[in-house]
């Protein structure tokens, strides 16, 4: 039942979705060298101050000390994921068994974590997250108040900013659940064949994140490493 189901029109992971397909994306970003666009709905999200906050967050963080083209955002970033996802996904949609496994719902559910997976950062998180290891902690620290990233990103996602609604409650809105996203990024392995798929493209060895951050990371730092990914 569940198989013949995947052949209805509105399980068809293909041709709906205005960022896959080039329609109905009338909003434009320039973005290393290559214009981005983006559907109303995409948009608004990238619009939302809960997004917007990642201009403040440096990428590579006092690397621009060593390499002073290293200073590129965590928006930016977001930005080249969410390319790095997109292409991917019109990739993967050419294997007829990828395309049986997917539905709308999923890919657009993908394409909005990939957009929003840094969410839940604040300067040095990755640092502050390693305190959080068995091996640094001790009886002289109270490390119960460092969050772990997917945290920080449901903490993000539900805060208003001075907004009118929280970028969880525009999310919702537009269809996509908030709550699997942040399930999605707690690499926490889920029971669900398709979440742990989307899981393996999201927080894997070779990942929409690594990508994204080896090609771009390498072309603004003028380094070599990285850079046979372009």
């Not at 002073?68 to 965590?74: D, L, T, Y």
């Not at 294997?95 to 657009?108: K, P, Q």
């Not at 969410?119 to 997250?129: N, S, T």
């Amino acid at each position: 039942k569940q198989a013949l189901l995947r052949i209805l029109p509105e399980n068809v992971a293909f041709g709906t979705i205005p960022e896959l397909i080039g329609f109905a994306c009338s909003n434009k970003i320039m973005h290393n060298g290559h214009l981005l666009r983006f559907s109303e709905k995409t948009f608004a999200w990238i619009n939302h101050p809960t997004f917007q906050r990642l201009h403040n967050l440096n990428q590579l963080g006092f690397l621009f000390y060593v390499y002073p083209g290293a200073r590129h955002s965590r928006f930016t970033h977001s930005l080249e994921s969410f390319e790095v996802a997109r292409s991917l996904i019109l990739n993967l949609l050419n294997d007829n068994a990828f395309r049986f496994l997917l539905n709308e719902g999923d890919i657009s559910l993908f394409l909005a974590t990939a957009l929003c997976h840094d969410i839940g950062h604040y300067p040095m998180a990755h640092l502050f997250e390693e305190l959080r290891s068995p091996v640094l902690s001790s009886n002289l620290w109270d490390l119960s108040n460092i969050r772990a990233d997917y945290e920080m990103t449901e903490y993000f996602l539900r805060s208003e900013f001075n907004s009118t609604e929280t970028l969880w409650d525009l999310l919702q809105r537009d269809k996509i659940d908030p709550s699997r996203m942040v399930r999605l990024l707690s690499k926490q392995t889920s029971s669900i064949d398709i979440e742990s798929i989307m899981q393996d493209l999201l927080e894997g060895m070779f990942d929409v994140d690594k990508l994204a951050y080896l090609r771009y990371d390498s072309l603004v730092s003028s380094v070599s490493y990285g850079v046979s990914l372009h």
